[in-house]
T-cell receptor
Framework: GENVEQHPSTLSVQEGDSAVIKCTYS??????FPWYKQELGKGPQLIID?????GEKKDQRIAVTLNKTAKHFSLHITETQPEDSAVYFC??????????FGTGTRLLVSP | SAVISQKPSRDICQRGTSLTIQCQVD?????MFWYRQQPGQSLTLIAT?????????ESGFVIDKFPISRPNLTFSTLTVSNMSPEDSSIYLC???????????FGPGTRLTVT
């Protein structure tokens, strides 16, 4: 079955810096790759996603890139703010139903 | 996106007892999912619940331990049966925006078993 690896496990940046989180997946049939942000005490929030027919997608300060050949995808956050501090999860799906999640990245943005 | 609520938000239970968690969504959805998130860990899918059919369980999860009901298109319950301290986790429900693969999560139920 699908396996998703995520790096780094923790990431500390200064406010205004960029942050990049990387994930690799094993199943070449996977075609949907969402990213979730989970704040303390809350459920995961879908922040951006990308499908296998697209190489890059942007939404304001966040962007996701997908390299199908290498089977990896990345989340890019620019101009980081303290409110970006949270745990971020990547996920992959090959059936538009069952999501397999990465292990999570704890992002800390210091003022 | 759908508005999803879960009850209870948290509970402390004695080992050997059972707890039923409710998930309510404000619109009709076909697919609902139940996940477990152990402390500091990622999300693991327990089962997929379609209205009108038996839930489909993932490897390592069985119906006797985690019975699920899905009586209509806006509601589902997950029961954690015969609890042990190892069941202490956050239990999350999610729904799929029909036909898109996008999943939206409820706020979670924080369960502590003593």
């Amino acid at each position: 079955g699908e396996n998703v690896e995520q790096h780094p496990s923790t990431l500390s940046v200064q406010e205004g810096d960029s942050a990049v989180i990387k994930c690799t997946y094993s199943d070449s049939a996977s075609n949907y790759f969402p990213w979730y942000k989970q704040e303390l005490g809350k459920g995961p929030q879908l922040i951006i996603d990308i499908r296998s027919n697209v190489g890059e997608k942007k939404d304001q300060r966040i962007a996701v890139t997908l390299n199908k050949t290498a089977k990896h995808f990345s989340l890019h956050i620019t101009e980081t703010q303290p409110e970006d501090s949270a745990v971020y999860f990547c996920a992959a799906s090959n059936s538009f139903q069952k999501l397999v999640f990465g292990t999570g990245t704890r992002l800390l943005v210091s003022p | 996106s759908a508005v999803i609520s879960q009850k209870p938000s948290r509970d402390i239970c004695q080992r050997g007892t059972s707890l039923t968690i409710q998930c309510q969504v404000d619109s009709q959805v076909t697919m609902m999912f139940w996940y477990r998130q152990q402390p500091g860990q990622s999300l693991t899918l327990i089962a997929t619940a379609n209205q009108g059919s038996e839930a489909t369980y993932e490897s390592g999860f069985v119906i006797d331990k985690f019975p699920i009901s899905r009586p209509n298109l806006t509601f589902s319950t997950l029961t954690v049966s015969n609890m042990s301290p190892e069941d202490s986790s956050i239990y999350l429900c999610s729904v799929e925006r029909t036909g898109t693969g996008e999943q939206y999560f409820g706020p979670g139920t924080r369960l502590t078993v003593t």
